[in-house]
């Protein structure tokens, strides 16, 4: 899985990049649908930019995937893989981790 971070000064559509992940064939990259608090996110591919999937209702936990025409026929393994892939990419970089102390913990037997 390949991360691209966002940088200051970048074009729109870069800085709305979350990042990428890839199958034995493809690359799939994915974008939020605005900088701050996206409602949805897409997954596309190529250089045309297919749309693979749109996840919308991230604000309001009412999530409905939207797959794009080429891509609905996959099987529904592959759906499950493309969604937690896009998912893992979406939050990976973007959630608020606070540092802790380090804490060591010894059980013994």
């Given at each position: 899985m390949t991360t691209i971070p966002n940088q200051p000064g970048?074009?729109?559509s870069m800085s709305?990049?979350?990042g990428s992940f890839s199958d034995d064939y493809r690359t799939?990259?994915?974008r939020a649908s605005s900088a701050?608090?996206?409602d949805s996110f897409q997954v596309l591919t190529g250089r045309g930019d297919d749309i693979v999937l749109i996840v919308s209702g991230l604000n309001s936990d009412d999530l409905k995937a939207t797959w794009g025409p080429f891509w609905r026929s996959f099987k529904p393994n592959w759906k499950i893989w493309i969604e937690e892939s896009a998912f893992r990419v979406f939050y990976s970089q973007h959630q608020a981790i606070e540092s802790?102390?380090?804490s060591w913990v010894f059980c013994e037997g």
């Open positions: 970048m074009p729109e709305l990049e979350r799939y990259r994915v701050d608090a996206p802790a102390p380090v």
